[in-house]
């Protein structure tokens, strides 16, 4: 779904529940600008809460500690295939009497192009050395949209030289997010979202798609390792 589509979208059901002006919803910051200008479109305002480390997705323990008398909604969003902690975001919006509003759906895949993509991800993951690889919450089935490493270091310096590095040896990757929402200029604020900042000077996404060969996979475990997860020159 586009940025515009989802936008759009979104801010349909925010007013299908009568959100907007005076209201506030909380939202992630790791993330596309999309959520929050929806949320801004209806006169609501967006109020940012920090991720969980392991799945990047909204921390409910973070989401309670901004919900207030104006809070009347929380739109978690499932990043790269995993799923937002949505048992406990309902459970904190029913003790708070707000809503839960999901951004989208998660991208319908056939069963074994998911079957695929979790084998790709197991190989990459037990191989991988230098670099975190993905974690997976207990109970959660990751549909690895996208295999979001993180580079150690001493952030963006580290992570994009890592990433020119990967580019030369011929692996094609990017970053997945490159300015927390709330470092935007249009969203700025000077809420401090620990996780949130780190994950953005530290992740990485590698290519991971169903049709790829052992070979492929190989290719991009030998790169990264022979890096050594770690480069502290500084990015062009």
């Known amino acids: 779904m586009g940025t515009t589509t989802l936008s759009g979208t979104l801010r349909t059901r925010l007013e299908e529940w009568h959100i907007g002006i005076g209201d506030e919803v909380v939202v992630p910051a790791y993330c596309g600008s999309d959520v929050a200008a929806a949320v801004r479109e209806t006169g609501a305002q967006p109020v940012f809460a920090d991720i969980d480390p392991g799945s990047l997705c909204l921390d409910p323990a973070s989401v309670a500690a901004v919900v207030n008398e104006r809070t009347a909604a929380v739109i978690p969003v499932h990043l790269f295939g995993h799923p937002a902690d949505m048992v406990c975001l309902h459970a904190l919006a029913q003790r708070h009497g707000m809503r839960v509003i999901e951004a989208e759906e998660t991208a319908s895949v056939s069963s074994v192009e998911a079957a695929r993509r979790r084998q790709h991800a197991e190989f990459l993951s037990a191989r991988l050395t230098g670099v975190g690889v993905p974690r997976v919450a207990a109970g ?57 900042e780190r994950a953005a000077g530290e992740c990485l996404a590698l290519p991971l798609d169903a049709s790829m060969t052992r070979r492929e996979l190989q290719r991009i475990v030998s790169a990264c390792n022979a890096l050594g997860g770690l480069l502290m020159e500084p990015a062009c």
């Not at 996208?146 to 963006?156: A, F, K, S």
């Open 140 to 196: 959660v089935r990751h549909a690895y949209e996208q295999y979001v490493v993180r580079v150690p270091g001493n952030g963006r310096p580290d992570r994009d030289a890592f990433k020119h590095a990967l580019r030369a040896r011929g692996v094609p990757c990017h970053v997945p997010v490159k300015t927390p929402v709330h470092r935007l200029p249009e969203f700025r604020t000077d809420v401090r979202l620990p996780e949130t």
